[in-house]
């Protein structure tokens, strides 16, 4: 369970490039998941999307937080925080804050965005330490990049096999070259009913190559919110899945389909 959380912020980013002639998303969107093995519940995470400024630019604040709950957190404790501000009208990040622990795997650092600097500023609290990175075009970070696709990105427009191609900036480790290979479309079946979902693969980066990874798999639904419904990371024995489990506050009405 590891870093399970990073997995999942980490699969809200996707889509190819098509202008939206109105927003996915307003202030007051709130979407919750729960994230289970079988029967057994083993944690839950939210998002919540504020209003803020940075300086006199006018922002979305993001939180996202993912916890262990009843038995899992008696073997393995997790306790995770995530924030990203930007802006409402170009989605560049100006902040991100990523506060976790996990297993006693710990993290503590805010990453501020200078675009009229062409650089980034990390600071390690944990660490005592600071890094420059240089800010290339469309970067993003792990949950700004989630809002910024799901306005200026049409799924509908992807060839089925398709790899479409993202970059990330959340960790020390520098840029983070990401790809979802576009598999089609499906009907899950949900707590809410059914629901049509783009259904996504993650390739993740060997060197130079992208390698397709199988195990992990993501649904997002075809209608104007396009919201994540499932994420499933399959195991030896049996799977783990992040499930939409409840939300408010959605701009567009959120499509069920009907027997």
Request: proline residues 2%.
């Amino acid at each position: 369970m590891k870093k399970l959380f990073t997995v999942l912020f980490c699969c809200f980013g996707f889509f190819v490039h098509a202008q939206y002639e109105s927003s996915a998303f307003k202030v007051g969107e709130w979407l919750k998941f729960r994230m289970h093995y079988g029967f057994l519940n083993a944690s839950y995470a939210t998002l919540h999307v504020k209003s803020d400024n940075i300086g006199e630019v006018p922002v979305y604040h993001v939180v996202g937080k993912g916890e262990t709950t009843g038995l899992a957190s008696l073997f393995f404790k997790v306790d995770d925080t995530y924030e990203s501000y930007f802006g409402k009208e170009d989605g560049k990040p100006y902040r991100f804050i990523r506060k976790i622990d996990e297993g006693g795997y710990t993290k503590d650092i805010e990453i501020n965005f200078h675009h009229d600097k062409d650089k980034a500023v990390l600071n390690d609290k944990k660490n005592k330490k600071k890094y420059n990175f240089e800010l290339q075009d469309s970067i993003q970070d792990l949950l700004s990049a989630f809002y910024y696709l799901r306005n200026n990105y049409d799924p509908k427009d992807l060839v089925k096999g398709e790899a479409v191609k993202l970059k990330m900036l959340y960790d020390d480790d520098g840029v983070f070259n990401f790809q979802l290979k576009y598999l089609g479309t499906e009907v899950l079946k949900t707590k809410f009913g059914k629901v049509e979902c783009y259904k996504f693969r993650p390739l993740v980066q060997s060197g130079r190559v992208f390698k397709e990874k199988e195990s992990l798999s993501l649904w997002v639904s075809t209608d104007k919110n396009r919201i994540p419904i499932r994420i499933q990371a399959d195991l030896a024995v049996g799977a783990i899945k992040a499930d939409l489990d409840g939300y408010n506050g959605l701009k567009h009405q959120f499509k069920i389909i009907m027997d």
